[in-house]
T-cell receptor, first 110, second 115 residues
């Protein structure tokens, strides 16, 4: 069965540093992968989508890479700020629907 | 443009009861997906409806069912509630559905507690 793993449940970094979150998937080849942000008590909010034929996608301070050989996506937040503290979810497409990872809770300390 | 609206936001039920949750998608969106979110399992896909037809279904027992109306509003029902059904139920709408590479717009969720 399809499996999605996000590198760690929690990641703590200092303000101004780059946060790197990892999403690994097994047993399938998604046509695309999405990243979402979720704040406590709220629904997830879409951030970025990257297709299998794209190596990298950027949006302001966010960058996503997609390595179909390694079956891995990396999500970077540069110049991180305390307001970036949230849970980040990756969601590859599998058999017609998005399968979400359990998320990585990012805490950015001032 | 109004976002995705889910009702009720909070509810408490007892084992054996049933519950119906409602979702109003963004105007113009024809796809509605439902997810269950728990601390242990994360977001788990329940089903997706597109133009009143169930297009995809996750690995949940038959106690979980849903439907979509002609105005794209959707309801999901859980019968014979179990303690393990306590969760945040999230609805998400999109223009072309999950196959169309469109982003999902989530509601705030309905938090169900089963006692």
């Amino acid at each position: 069965s399809q499996k999605i793993e996000q590198n760690s449940e929690a990641l703590n970094i200092q303000e101004g540093k780059t946060a790197t979150l990892t999403c690994n998937y097994t047993n399938y080849s998604p046509a695309y992968l999405q990243w979402y942000r979720q704040d406590p008590g709220r629904g997830p909010v879409f951030l970025l989508l990257i297709r299998e034929n794209e190596k990298e996608k950027r949006k302001e301070r966010l960058k996503v890479t997609f390595d179909t050989t390694l079956k891995q996506s990396l999500f970077h937040i540069t110049a991180s700020q305390p307001a970036d503290s949230a849970t980040y979810l990756c969601a590859p497409l599998a058999h017609g629907n998005l399968i979400f990872g359990k998320g990585t809770k990012l805490s950015v300390k001032p | 443009k109004a976002g995705v609206t889910q009702t009720p936001r909070y509810l408490i039920k007892t084992r054996g009861q049933q519950v119906t949750l409602s979702c109003s998608p963004i105007s113009g969106h024809r796809s509605v997906s439902w997810y269950q979110q728990t601390p242990g399992q994360g977001l788990q896909f329940l089903f997706e409806y597109f133009s009143e037809t169930q297009r995809n279904k996750g690995n949940f027992p038959g106690r979980f069912s849903g439907r979509q109306f002609s105005n794209s509003r959707s309801e999901m029902n859980v019968s014979t509630l179990e303690l393990g059904d306590s969760a945040l139920y999230l609805c998400a709408s999109s223009l072309g559905g999950q196959r169309g590479t469109g982003e999902l717009f989530f509601g705030e969720g309905s938090r169900l507690t089963v006692l």
